[in-house]
């Protein structure tokens, strides 16, 4: 596979994390949840099926109002682990899917998405839409970001793209 290109057909969206608790921390944290509300009503028009995660929900809550009204009917996948991948229910989600392309979105970007960008790379292509992720400290988000354009995999050279 080496067409990067994204199609209603062949892509799905991952929100990843974003809960009340920790978007509190994040010093972006309206820019963020506006442009993660641009992706999920662009996958709702084009019909891309749409994961939404929570780490720990017992002590991080649940996810932010915002999100529970953009994504109505989707229940939240709960995680215990930083990459979404380390949850059997979120693999047979995204296997469900039948989609090779993954957009994702989220916070932390250095840690929860950064860790499953790596994870989902193994057997997908991976996009990181990068105005819809960040990070409490802007220094992270940086580094996530410049290291997630230099991840590969293998000798397919598969990289993590920026939308």
């Known amino acids: 596979m080496s067409d990067w290109r994204l199609t209603p057909q062949n892509a799905a969206l991952v929100v990843i994390d974003v809960q009340e608790k920790l978007m509190n921390a994040m010093s972006r944290r309206a820019e963020t949840l506006a442009s993660i509300d641009k992706l999920i009503r662009a996958a709702g028009v084009l019909q891309l099926p749409t994961l939404v995660t929570a780490q720990?929900?017992?002590?991080?809550?649940?996810?932010?109002?915002?999100?529970?009204?953009?994504?109505?009917?989707?229940?939240?996948?709960?995680?215990?682990?930083?990459?979404?991948?380390?949850?059997?229910?979120?693999?047979?989600?995204?296997?469900?899917?039948?989609?090779?392309?993954i957009i994702l979105c989220g916070i932390e970007a250095h840690?929860?998405?950064?860790?499953?960008a790596i994870d989902l790379m193994k057997d997908h292509f991976v996009y990181i839409a990068a105005d819809a992720?960040?990070?409490?400290?802007?220094?992270?988000?940086?580094?996530?970001?410049?290291?997630?354009?230099?991840?590969?995999r293998g000798h397919h050279h598969r990289r993590v793209r920026h939308l």
């Open 56 to 101: 720990y929900i017992k002590g991080l809550g649940s996810v932010c109002a915002e999100i529970a009204e953009a994504t109505p009917g989707i229940v939240p996948l709960e995680k215990m682990t930083f990459s979404c991948c380390g949850s059997e229910e979120f693999m047979r989600a995204v296997k469900s899917t039948q989609r090779q392309r």
């Open 111 to 116: 840690v929860c998405v950064q860790q499953t």
């Open 133 to 152: 992720v960040c990070s409490r400290h802007e220094m992270d988000y940086t580094v996530a970001i410049e290291r997630s354009a230099r991840l590969r």
